[in-house]
């Protein structure tokens, strides 16, 4: 997962989200009343309804800077629709339709998009001009499929240039004209879309990412909106009796819960996408449900019974004029099969639907996920994790990571609430539920809302655990886990002897008093290392502490030979304070001893947040590097002849030390460094004195032989305790997942 890189103020994002949530939210008040009065008029003066009904439109197009592409696509339909009866000489035809509309058509297209068609032609215009606009990144191809509409309005669909026009000799019906189409695809994925659509930036890659990223994916659908710009869905819930939700239907489709990928019940057919190998095999939509309606979930179910997943993708957006192929009357039409076909479908799903789905309306924060049996996690932590910054961000990134490879639903709320650009889509994409901004309720409400849901808080840091702790156990029976990342006041107390500071050595026992009174708040209390559990039991035996493995790596570098140059590393993320204890030590007391045997060495310190002290230090010898992607990072530390974590103060294990482990750079630390990995010692070399610290450094400079020894130990070492699998065997036994079963609901 690569994560954006965010340089730049926090408070001044939070202030311009707040500012923009306050505009959103009086726009929306505006509409909304708008819309309202002209449902009331809809029975007693339809025509005035409609008016109404497309003066909002145009001003909510016009508030949020659509109307031109809005009036664009509407001045390229009826263009071709003007073109198209015959009578009009072919030349002039062409002269006016050549510009019009274009989509992009591939020899070896990876999405076969299908949108069938009866009459509705103003639509279908408008619909393929929104892919002309924004077409996709893999190379596509449009199948049209006019379902044997007599009117000659569909002549226009002739002259959209790229389309692959297919006619029906006898109308099939919805259902039969899309496994009709789907068997003349060529693509590897199907994307059904409905053509009372208009799709937006991003709508069919966004899609493909899912499946590229995830195996166990059979179908993905898109987020729905209203053309005024509410929602109409953010994927479907199916209730016990077959009766379904379009879920968020007329919210506002920012919030939160509507914007990370998750698994859901089905997704509407109207914008739709699946393997084209896998709906071969599932022969397609089932006829049985022809022409219409529930085919849709009726597939999402198939594809649950071979255990694969229909996800929703927030990243697609499709406006969709909802009603306009069948109307909305279940009692007339096409529609009326709404209401069989659902009979059907509970017919045939009855026992999974006993099983897996709750009765109408209720616990829908569980139903909206397909949770009813799936343990439900709420992590709060004190902002988004930021993995390319620091090493607790990294950690909880991991905790995330393996919770989701046991099929865990997780929710994130940040502690102070404030949206990350970059990091909470990267969590978001990964299928987490991330609670951030302004007009987010607070934590005792949303706990009285949905405590009841929860099978496990996992509670992160001393500050955020006493701050929450009331609300959690006051409004919910769940499981309560604090990670402390480190033991805060062991840490503080060591640097206040160090630096013989009596105000942080008071400040350590105060720290103490607030841990100690937290981990009798928990049910289990976790940290990074046995040694850091023990010291928790130890102080207080009627706690129940466990370690934990902190972090976990999907790749580790190759063996190579031993680089050549002097580069010294220092990775360090300098809002803890020991880092910059550690480099300004090493600066001082150790870089002069190792120039004097090895004078073009180079010490670079790269890590986020440098102070001014930390800054001070550049100098020929001494390069300072703030802020850098994953990517850099690894590049510096393939680049680099040695790793150095010179700390002289404090608690847990350190990222730093595992990365250069991950690595294979050969490390110099400090007893400090090796804290919580006491196998470690054998393979690295642990020094505290400036000299032997130096010689140390310069032995690893100097001696090829020696540094591809320690640097083939290193990947051993890293490879056999920091993978994703020790992570979730170690959370497995941490949190005693195998007895954590999803709370008993009443369905």
């Known amino acids: 997962m690569s994560y954006s890189h965010r340089v730049g103020g926090t408070r001044r994002g939070a202030v311009a989200t707040w ?16 819309l309202l009065y002209a449902r009331s008029l809809q ?16 001003v909510w197009w016009s508030a949020t800077w659509q109307l031109h592409t809005q009036f664009r696509f509407w001045l390229k339909a009826r263009r071709m629709r003007r073109a198209a009866p015959r009578t009009l000489p072919l030349c002039l035809i062409e002269a006016v339709c050549a510009e019009a509309i274009a989509v992009p058509c591939a020899e070896h297209p990876v999405i076969s998009v299908i949108i069938p068609t009866y009459g509705q032609t103003e639509f279908t215009l408008r619909c393929l001009a929104s892919i002309a606009a924004y077409p996709p990144a893999a190379p596509i191809e449009v199948i049209v499929v006019d379902d044997a509409f007599a009117g000659e309005e ?4 002739t002259h959209v240039r790229g389309i692959r026009l297919h006619r029906n000799t006898v109308n099939l019906g919805f259902l039969r004209a899309c496994n009709a189409a789907a068997g003349l695809a060529r693509g590897d ?12 930036p991003g709508w069919a890659d966004t899609m493909v990412e899912l499946f590229r990223a995830r195996a166990d994916v059979g179908a993905v659908g898109s987020k729905l909106l209203y053309p005024d710009g509410q929602l109409q869905e953010a994927g479907g819930i199916i209730w016990r009796d077959g009766s379904g939700w379009n879920f968020g239907r007329y919210n506002d489709p920012s919030h939160p819960i509507y914007n990370y990928v998750r698994e859901v019940d089905y997704c509407s057919g ?10 071969a095999r599932l022969q397609g939509f089932d006829e049985s449900f022809a022409p219409a309606y529930f085919e849709d979930a009726d597939l999402s179910f198939r594809l649950r019974s071979i255990g694969l997943k229909t996800l929703y993708q927030p990243r697609s957006v499709v406006v969709h004029y909802e009603g306009v192929s069948h109307g909305r009357d279940v009692l007339v039409g096409v529609k009326a099969y709404q209401r069989l076909n659902r009979r059907k479908f509970v017919r045939r799903w009855g026992a999974e639907l006993a099983r897996e789905h709750y009765s109408s309306g209720r616990h829908v924060p569980r139903a909206r996920q397909h949770a009813r049996n799936r343990t439900t996690v709420l992590i709060v932590d004190h902002q988004v994790p930021e993995p390319d910054r620091d090493a607790g961000s990294r950690t909880m990134l991991c905790i995330i990571r393996a919770l989701l490879a046991e099929g865990i639903a997780v929710t994130f709320w940040p502690h102070n609430l404030l949206y990350n650009a970059g990091y909470v889509e990267a969590l978001q994409q990964i299928g987490v539920e991330v609670l951030h901004g302004p007009l987010q309720a607070p934590f005792i409400a949303w706990m009285q809302e ?7 808080v996992i509670l992160s840091r001393p500050e955020v655990a006493e701050d929450c702790l009331p609300a959690v156990r006051a409004h919910s029976k769940a499981r309560v886990v604090y990670y402390g990342h480190d033991l805060h006041f062991s840490r503080m107390r060591m640097q206040g002897t160090l630096l013989r500071d009596e105000r942080l050595l008071r400040a ?5 008093e607030r841990e100690r009174a937290v981990w009798h708040g928990a049910d289990v209390v976790l940290y990074p290392s046995e040694a850091e559990a023990e010291a928790v039991r130890s102080v207080e035996p009627s706690v129940t502490a466990r370690a934990l493995v902190p972090y976990c790596f999907d790749t580790f570098a190759p063996v190579r030979p031993a680089v050549s140059g002097h580069e010294i590393l220092f990775v360090a993320g300098f809002g803890h304070s020991p880092n910059e204890d550690a480099a300004c030590w090493f600066v001082e007391a150790v870089l002069p001893l190792v120039l004097a045997c090895v004078p073009d060495a180079v010490l670079s310190i790269v890590g986020s947040n440098p102070t001014a002290q930390v800054r001070g230090l550049a100098s020929n010898a001494v390069r300072v590097i703030a802020d850098v992607s994953d990517a850099e990072l690894k590049q510096r530390y393939q680049g680099a002849r040695v790793a150095v974590v010179p700390l002289r103060c404090g608690a847990g294990v350190k990222l730093k030390v595992v990365e250069a482990l ?13 804290q919580g990995l006491p196998d470690l010692a054998n393979i690295v070399s642990v020094r505290s004195e400036s000299a032997e610290f130096a010689a140390a450094v310069c032995a690893l400079l100097t001696d090829d032989a020696l540094w591809t020894q320690r640097s083939v130990t290193q990947l051993e070492f890293a490879q056999a305790r920091f993978t994703l699998e020790a992570l979730r065997e170690s959370l497995l036994v941490a949190f005693d997942l195998p007895a954590l079963t999803p709370v008993t609901l009443a369905a």
């Open 508 to 512: 350590a026992d105060r720290m103490e």
């Open 270 to 279: 109207a914008s739709l996408m699946v393997p084209r190998a896998l709906f």
């Open 19 to 34: 500012l923009g949530g306050i505009v959103s939210a009086a726009c929306d008040t505006l509409l909304q009343s708008g």
């Open 662 to 674: 991950r690595e294979g750079l050969p490390l110099v630390t400090t007893e400090v460094g090796v």
């Open 189 to 200: 994925f199907l994307l059904f879309l409905n053509n009372d659509t208009q799709v937006l």
């Open 450 to 456: 949905h405590g009841g849901d929860l099978d496990l």
């Open 43 to 58: 029975t007693r003066r339809p025509w005035l309804a409609a008016q109404l009904r497309r003066a909002v439109l145009v």
């Open 154 to 157: 569909t002549m226009s669909l």
